[in-house]
């Protein structure tokens, strides 16, 4: 699933490198034996954005982003990462840029729901369904998706901040920037998202990536 996650990856435009950041040494060598990077961190961490930020570092290197790209998304679409590049650039003042899509569905408490103000800058997320629809029926609710741009700056001030209470209560790790007053805004994406957060997913997953058409530019790379 991370192989499959990483060469995908690697297909961005956009990005100079891929690395995949795990304190794992049955990870490290797997990914090494399909011709990954690897950066190996600490056992620490409480999320990956903590992980990330000691992965960056150690690479040590004058970059404009992070992209944070979980390894739960082995269908993930390189153009899903060229587009949150590029909406980090056209809105420079972000802190954090996390993407969302729009679901029919959001009954799920492992589908993180996305709410934000009319400049596209985060208010709320939250695993509950999210608006409520109280008075009016919701058109559409918004998930979170696992493809997260943060400026360095962001990055490092998450990783020096401790846990905050909704961060706690909902396990959402970003909700951490939110309450510690980092502008996160939003972008919405096409097309579809698979993560594998739970078993019957992976089995999903399996199904989907026999007649997946991306995993032919890679396969035999």
Same mark, same amino acid.
């Given at each position: 699933?991370?192989?499959? @996650?990483? *060469?995908? +990856?690697?297909? /961005?435009? *956009?990005?100079?490198?891929?690395?995949?950041? @795990?304190?794992? /040494?049955?990870?490290?060598?797997?990914?090494?034996?399909?011709?990954?990077?690897?950066?190996?961190?600490?056992s620490i961490h409480l999320n990956g954005t &903590?992980?990330?930020?000691?992965?960056?570092?150690?690479?040590?290197?004058?970059?404009? $982003?992070?992209? %944070?790209?979980?390894?739960?998304? #082995?269908?993930?679409?390189?153009?899903?990462? %060229?587009?949150?590049?590029?909406?980090?650039?056209?809105?420079?003042?972000?802190?954090?840029?996390?993407?969302?899509?729009?679901?029919?569905? #959001?009954? /799920?408490?492992?589908?993180?729901?996305?709410?934000? %103000?009319?400049?596209?800058?985060?208010? $709320?997320?939250?695993? /509950?369904?999210?608006?409520?629809?109280?008075?009016?029926?919701?058109?559409?609710?918004?998930?979170?998706?696992?493809?997260?741009?943060?400026? #360095?700056?962001?990055?490092?001030?998450?990783?020096? @901040?401790?846990? @905050?209470?909704?961060?706690?209560? &909902?396990?959402?790790?970003?909700m951490r920037a939110i309450e510690s007053g980092m502008t996160v805004g939003?972008?919405?994406?096409?097309?579809?998202?698979?993560?594998?957060?739970?078993?019957?997913?992976?089995?999903? +997953?399996?199904?989907?990536?026999?007649?997946?058409?991306?995993?032919?530019?890679?396969? %035999? +790379?």
């Open positions: 699933m991370i192989v499959h @996650t990483m *060469k995908r +990856a690697m297909l /961005s435009k *956009k990005m100079n490198d891929v690395y995949v950041c @795990t304190d794992s /040494s049955e990870i490290a060598e797997i990914v090494k034996s399909f011709g990954g990077n690897v950066i190996i961190t600490k &903590e992980r990330i930020a000691e992965a960056a570092e150690i690479l040590d290197i004058d970059a404009d $982003y992070f992209i %944070d790209i979980q390894g739960d998304e #082995p269908l993930i679409d390189p153009s899903h990462i %060229d587009s949150v590049i590029s909406g980090h650039q056209q809105n420079p003042s972000w802190d954090i840029l996390l993407p969302s899509m729009p679901i029919s569905h #959001p009954e /799920s408490q492992h589908i993180v729901k996305v709410t934000h %103000d009319l400049n596209k800058k985060i208010i $709320y997320l939250s695993r /509950s369904v999210i608006p409520c629809p109280f008075r009016v029926k919701v058109a559409f609710y918004l998930k979170h998706l696992s493809i997260i741009s943060f400026t #360095p700056f962001a990055l490092e001030r998450f990783a020096k @901040t401790k846990p @905050t209470p909704i961060e706690i209560v &909902e396990s959402i790790e970003l939003t972008i919405y994406l096409e097309g579809s998202s698979f993560s594998v957060d739970v078993a019957a997913d992976y089995e999903q +997953a399996k199904i989907v990536m026999k007649s997946d058409l991306i995993k032919n530019k890679y396969l %035999d +790379a």
